[in-house]
């Protein structure tokens, strides 16, 4: 690192919410960001609030099953426009004071940086600025990520940053740190080609239990209740060699065995990607694990996919099924016909699959949505012998279906992103109960 470059603190921050649990959830982008920053000789230091493993944590996290794991938790007062909802709310992540000890013991940045995930945990976020802000009242505070992306003009009115940047900025930020420090360097990758991004700094983190595998950004699929075409309007990929690389990199070096695809849509062209990928962790000897928690497409589950996944040591599939009824699908999604799914169970299990190790995710809460169906999609499911996964649906701007969920919700969603939150079923109104909910939830687990 050059002596007169800058130093700049990345913050991941609490989430404040009903529930949440550690799905293999980590700020990619964010420590993508690290890694770029350090390749262009910026001094990097990175606190995450919702670390399971920081050493001071009077009952430090376990590695549960594959990585995943519970956060440390603290009841707090519901927001008071979620009082009617009957349940606690709480704030995930480190206490306060561990926030502030790792400020403290930081390097002074040059700027700080924050990401931000779901619309509706945007409370955390502004509780972490507003440490920052009273602790370093000088240093410039860039927030990034889904909840700037989606919800822009609320995060510059009301988050306290600096400056809100939306989309994919990596080069935008670089400009910008430019503006903050007077430091300058030649931009050392190439935005349009992610092969030349440097893997993200997971070894920032205090413990790795698992790492993220992100091959490929976008999808070509436009679902109507999916942001990822906003977010990610192109759909570009890593080559496979690349993507090798980096599970082995992980593996070797730091003895990482789960690995967890973020991928919208992996499947896709699957003869070109995903299986010379697996072809390429088999042919290495890479004895690992990988899941799917963002859902696989079903349709290019294929016999040959099928016996790739299992010989390259899946381990969680999941499947975007949504829904098991196909009268007026095509207003949600086109990604699955008729007997698609049943033909792709029939090839993971003949690959070798327990029913145990495949779950197939049923959207339910979808604005007007018929109950009695999503009740037959889960009966349906079952009789297959895999799981059904009941996915809350979330009401997200810039989407298709938006606009139906604004019309169909108890609450004025665009008034206030805290409306967003999937726990409260925002878009259920005359057939609402929370028994009902109970309900399909035990149905779902039986």
């Known amino acids: 690192m050059p002596k007169d470059a800058p130093h700049v603190l990345l913050i991941n921050p609490w989430i404040d919410d009903f529930a949440a649990f550690d799905f293999w959830a980590k700020p990619i982008g964010l420590l993508t960001l690290a890694s770029i920053l350090r390749m262009h000789g910026y001094g990097v230091s990175y606190i995450d609030c919702l670390d399971r493993f920081h050493p001071e944590l009077t009952y430090p996290g376990r590695v549960g099953r594959f990585g995943k794991g519970h956060y440390l938790k603290r009841r707090l007062p519901k927001p008071e426009k979620l009082y009617d909802i009957p349940r606690h709310y709480s704030r995930y992540g480190i206490p306060e004071r561990l926030l502030r000890k790792a400020i403290n013991s930081n390097p002074?940045?040059?700027?700080?940086?924050?990401?931000?995930?779901?619309?509706?945990?945007?409370?955390?976020?502004?509780?972490?600025i507003q440490?920052?802000?009273?602790?370093?009242?000088?240093?410039?505070?860039?927030?990034g990520g889904i909840y700037a992306t989606l919800c822009h003009e609320h995060a510059v009115r009301h988050a306290g940053a600096d400056m809100v940047l939306s989309g994919q900025s990596e080069t935008s930020l670089l400009e910008l740190l430019g503006q903050f420090t007077g430091y300058t360097n030649s931009c050392r990758f190439t935005p349009d080609e992610l092969d030349t991004y440097p893997y993200p700094a997971f070894d920032l983190q205090s413990s790795i239990a698992y790492v993220p595998i992100l091959t490929g950004q976008g999808c070509p699929f436009r679902c109507a209740y999916c942001a990822s075409g906003f977010l990610n309007p192109g759909f570009r990929r890593r080559s496979p060699e690349h993507v090798v690389e980096e599970i082995a990199f992980w593996h070797k070096k730091y003895a990482v065995l789960d690995f967890v695809f973020y991928d919208d849509a992996l499947l896709i062209d699957a003869d070109r990607h995903i299986i010379p990928i697996l072809e390429g962790v088999v042919a290495r000897g890479l004895q690992v694990r990988f899941h799917t928690p963002n859902a696989l497409h079903i349709r290019p589950l294929s016999k040959e996919v099928a016996k790739m996944l299992f010989r390259a040591g899946f381990k969680t599939i999941r499947l975007g099924l949504e829904t098991a009824s196909f009268d007026g699908r095509e207003a949600i999604d086109t990604k699955v016909g008729p007997d698609e799914f049943e033909q792709a169970l029939h090839h993971l299990k003949k690959a070798g699959f327990k029913g145990e190790a495949i779950g197939?995710?049923?959207?339910?809460?979808?604005?007007?949505?018929?109950?009695?169906?999503?009740?037959?999609?889960i009966k349906m499911v079952k009789t297959f012998g895999v799981s059904p996964i009941l996915a809350q649906y979330s009401p997200i701007p810039h989407t298709a279906l938006w606009p139906a969920a604004v019309r169909a919700s108890r609450y004025d969603l665009t008034s206030d992103p805290i409306f967003q939150n999937n726990s409260i079923f925002p878009c259920q109104k005359a057939s609402f109960s929370w028994e009902k909910i109970s309900y399909f939830k035990k149905l779902a687990r039986e």
């Open 108 to 128: 002074r940045p040059a700027a700080v940086l924050v990401t931000s995930m779901m619309t509706y945990w945007y409370p955390g976020v502004f509780a972490l």
């Open 131 to 143: 440490v920052v802000r009273e602790m370093l009242p000088e240093v410039p505070v860039v927030l």
């Open 360 to 377: 197939a995710y049923l959207l339910y809460g979808l604005p007007g949505q018929d109950l009695v169906e999503l009740e037959t999609s």
